[in-house]
Nanobody, 117 residues
């Protein structure tokens, strides 16, 4: 079965950095595009970033472009999101997701990122 397990969340200060990871199993990871999405308190689910199967193309929401970097290691079946210059608005539950076409079809359980005031 498809399994996506996020890790790396925690507490950060504005201007700080965190690196999220997603361990994937149960499918051919190297053939699948992947995404990160997040849900902030009081808000709906927001798409953050996507990456093509071989990592050649990446896409970012305007709110994170220039600050976050999505990457993958197909040899290790892992997806990563490097988050720099973190802001209070980045506080959210972050989800890793498998994509098929333009939509996500499987989701992880999420990892919490919290920015201090």
């Amino acid at each position: 079965q498809v399994q996506l397990v996020e890790s790396g969340g925690g507490l950060a200060q504005p201007g700080g950095s965190l690196r999220l990871s997603c361990a994937a199993s149960g499918f051919t990871f190297s053939s699948s595009a992947m995404s990160w999405a997040r849900q902030a308190p009081g808000k709906g689910l927001e798409w953050v970033s996507s990456i093509y199967s071989d990592g050649s193309d990446t896409y970012y929401a305007g709110s994170v472009k220039g600050r976050f970097t999505i990457s993958r290691d197909n040899a290790k079946n892992t997806l990563a999101l490097q988050m720099n210059s973190l802001q209070p608005e980045d506080t959210a539950l972050y989800y890793c997701a498998k994509r098929r076409g333009t939509a996500e079809d499987y989701w992880g359980q999420g990892t919490q990122v919290t920015l201090s005031s």
